[in-house]
């Protein structure tokens, strides 16, 4: 499957005192591609209906990444499990890889904040059917 293309808005207040991203705006960076991801590929009442809270990330940093980068998040789901979702985010520069994040996110419904499974036909708007 293709992975999801997420633009990265590098802001002045993102570069830390040694003149690149500091590391914790990658947390937001994969947050937001995350979320824009599962908007674009779900219908709008399931994007209604739920919400996604981040169980875990680890991040491979590879490169550094500077204010005038052209940065894109590669978004991939990898698999679902109850109500967790398994995701692979590549921040790249043109054919560089920055960095690699994998993380894991529990879906939410929206009304009741408890853990909640996505029916199979949400699941295969962003899963091959083997995953």
């Given at each position: 499957m293709a992975a999801f293309q997420h633009p990265i808005a590098i802001e002045q207040a993102d570069i830390d005192h040694m003149g690149h991203v500091n590391n914790a705006v990658y947390l937001k960076w994969v947050q937001e591609a995350v979320v824009d991801y599962w908007s674009s590929v779900a219908p709008p009442s399931a994007v209604a209906e739920h919400l996604w809270v981040a169980l875990k990330h680890e991040i491979t940093y590879l490169k550094p990444t500077f204010l005038t980068d052209n940065v894109?998040?590669?978004?991939?789901?990898?698999?679902?499990?109850?109500?967790?979702?398994?995701?692979?985010?590549?921040?790249?520069?043109?054919?560089?890889?920055?960095?690699?994040?994998?993380?894991?996110?529990?879906?939410?419904?929206?009304?009741?904040?408890?853990?909640?499974?996505?029916?199979?036909?949400?699941?295969?708007?962003?899963?091959?059917?083997?995953?």
């Open positions: 894109v998040a590669e978004v991939i789901a990898e698999k679902v499990q109850g109500a967790r979702a398994f995701f692979r985010t590549v921040l790249r520069r043109g054919d560089e890889v920055l960095s690699e994040i994998q993380s894991c996110w529990c879906c939410l419904d929206a009304a009741s904040l408890r853990p909640a499974r996505l029916a199979r036909d949400i699941v295969a708007r962003f899963l091959p059917p083997s995953a």
